[in-house]
């Protein structure tokens, strides 16, 4: 930080700060992600303004005989980040083994450190750290979409506890593995609640295989997916 920052400085910071939170922002918001355009924006500009404030209260001279106190500026900024960690576990949602949120609560803190930058006046490690996040939200995100992992789905089949080995052997050869998780009775029908696996990219085909096999032995009353990460 320069210990006298002009004001064209600070519009400068001021300035990048937005444009960067700007450019991340956007990417947010055309994902449909809860923290959007505005949100990053404005996370950004209070982390710059919070450094460039604490820049011009930083003293140069030191305490002096006659002080009582001494004001630490630097705790300003540490204050931002504690408050953001509050923002990004409010953009974190579980539901069941299911999380989301997480990538969206990275990207606010990471925000917050560009702009922590920029408003402290190192311009260079800010761009540097912009580029490398939308770097990671756009280039990453084509080599994120083709990496399998598990997914899940709840079947609802009428059948009895005792035909869920016969799924299993049903739809292994497919890919998928199934595992018990409820029984209801409804008159003269049973129907079985059962939790569907199976390891696929998001690149890859619906799972419209598992349906058409488990039709060919079991009424299917529904099926839905959990969900992306």
Same mark, same amino acid.
């Given at each position: 930080?320069?210990?006298?920052? %002009?004001?064209?400085?600070?519009?400068?910071?001021?300035?990048? !700060?937005?444009?960067?939170?700007?450019?991340?922002?956007?990417?947010?918001?055309?994902?449909?992600?809860?923290?959007?355009?505005? %949100?990053?924006?404005?996370?950004?500009?209070?982390?710059?303004?919070?450094?460039?404030?604490?820049?011009?209260?930083?003293?140069?001279?030191?305490?002096?005989?006659?002080?009582?106190?001494?004001?630490?500026?630097?705790?300003?900024?540490?204050?931002?980040?504690?408050?953001?960690?509050? *923002?990004?576990?409010?953009?974190?949602?579980?539901?069941?083994?299911?999380?989301?949120?997480?990538?969206? !609560?990275?990207?606010?803190?990471?925000?917050? *450190?560009?702009?922590?930058?920029?408003?402290?006046?190192?311009?260079?490690?800010?761009? !540097?750290?912009?580029?490398?996040?939308?770097?990671?939200?756009?280039?990453?995100? !084509?080599?994120?979409?083709?990496?399998?992992?598990?997914?899940?789905?709840?079947?609802?089949?009428?059948?009895?506890?005792?035909?869920?080995?016969?799924?299993?052997?049903?739809?292994?050869?497919?890919?998928?593995?199934?595992?018990?998780?409820?029984?209801?009775?409804?008159?003269?029908?049973?129907?079985?609640?059962?939790?569907?696996?199976?390891?696929?990219?998001?690149?890859?085909?619906?799972?419209?295989?598992?349906?058409?096999?488990?039709?060919?032995?079991?009424?299917?009353?529904?099926?839905?997916?959990?969900?992306?990460?």
């Amino acid at each position: 930080m320069t210990p006298d920052p %002009t004001w064209q400085d600070i519009a400068l910071r001021l300035l990048l !700060a937005l444009v960067a939170s700007c450019l991340i922002g956007f990417n947010r918001q055309a994902r449909g992600h809860a923290a959007g355009l505005r %949100t990053t924006i404005l996370i950004g500009l209070a982390a710059a303004v919070a450094m460039v404030l604490a820049n011009l209260l930083v003293s140069t001279t030191g305490k002096t005989a006659l002080s009582f106190a001494t004001m630490d500026p630097m705790r300003l900024p540490l204050g931002v980040l504690t408050g953001v960690g509050f *923002i990004g576990g409010g953009a974190i949602f579980r539901r069941g083994d299911l999380v989301t949120g997480v990538t969206t !609560a990275a990207t606010l803190w990471m925000v917050t *450190i560009i702009g922590l930058c920029l408003g402290g006046g190192e311009l260079w490690l800010g761009a !540097a750290a912009t580029g490398l996040t939308l770097a990671t939200l756009l280039v990453l995100r !084509a080599v994120d979409h083709r990496i399998r992992h598990e997914n899940r789905g709840m079947l609802v089949i009428e059948a009895g506890v005792g035909d869920v080995a016969a799924l299993n052997d049903l739809i292994q050869p497919l890919g998928y593995h199934a595992s018990f998780k409820r029984q209801r009775a409804d008159g003269a029908r049973e129907r079985i609640w059962v939790e569907v696996g199976w390891l696929r990219s998001d690149a890859g085909p619906p799972p419209a295989d598992l349906l058409a096999r488990v039709k060919e032995k079991f009424p299917v009353v529904s099926f839905d997916i959990e969900g992306a990460r």
